[in-house]
């Protein structure tokens, strides 16, 4: 009686097993099989993708660089609908726009391109380009020392700085700018942004030194030589 209850016992167990549990882990390997199918296959499209947004950056890149904005503009959206977080892309639709004096749309997009690229210092100085256009001179300030702050090495970014603080009407902070720019590039005109800006400030001693300093560069020049001797 005992070994027929085992038996019934024993085949029942089979049964379960053979209904149940090996079904189940078919369908495991089934499930796992269809999901690495599905992983592979996304990224080969993932790798597809990324392939085919390079080649729009890099085509509209070549575009931009030969004066064709519209076609480079249009290269450049097109990669971000396939990578909204290309940086580079909305970087080149900033300079895109700046170009065409719609200064709104690039403070847009490279506000975009440098929320995704805190580094990008050539970015930052072209928001503050936008920003300054719009009389936004608080908004560039803060850009343009961002961009220094990363590359100090450039001349030009201190002109923006300066002029940007000139539009605050912060003529101090302006000097220390085109001192630094004047630093960099001694050049005409620098020196004359510099001389002008001391002129703002009333300061005789020192827009005598800078006109001195220019017409070291410049001998000959008319204006320097005219405002020399106004101060005599």
């Known amino acids: 009686m005992t070994e027929a209850i085992l038996i019934i016992f024993a085949a029942g167990l089979i049964y379960y097993v053979a ?10 390997k089934l499930r796992k099989e269809e999901e690495n199918l599905k992983k592979s296959i996304k990224e ?7 392939e085919k947004e390079q080649s729009l950056v890099e085509a509209g890149q070549k575009l931009f660089n030969n004066g064709r ?3 480079a503009e249009a290269k450049f959206i097109e990669s971000l609908q396939l990578n909204p977080k290309e940086d580079k ?24 391109a440098t929320e995704l690229n805190v580094l ?19 908004k560039a300030v803060a850009a343009f020392e961002k961009s220094i702050q990363l590359n100090d090495k450039i001349g030009h970014r201190y002109v923006n700085l300066g002029l940007a603080y000139q539009g605050l009407k912060d003529y101090e902070k302006a000097a220390i700018a085109f001192e630094n720019a004047a630093r960099i590039h001694e050049n005409i005109d620098n020196l004359t942004l510099l001389t002008k800006n001391y002129q703002k400030l009333r300061d005789d001693k020192l827009v005598r030194k800078s006109i001195e ?10 204006w ?9």
């Open 120 to 138: 990008n210092d050539t970015a930052l100085n072209n928001l503050g380009l936008a920003c300054h256009n719009q009389n936004k001179y608080e």
């Open 213 to 222: 300093r220019l017409l070291k560069i410049d001998p000959n020049n008319t």
């Open 19 to 28: 209904t149940r549990l090996a079904p189940k882990g078919l369908l495991f």
């Open 44 to 50: 080969r499209f993932d790798i597809e993708d990324r």
């Open 89 to 112: 892309a909305y970087h080149f639709l900033g300079m895109i726009y700046l170009r065409q004096q719609e200064y709104k749309g690039a403070e847009e997009v490279l506000e975009k």
């Open 224 to 232: 320097a030589k005219r405002t020399l001797t106004g101060l005599k």
């Open 69 to 71: 904005f519209e076609e």
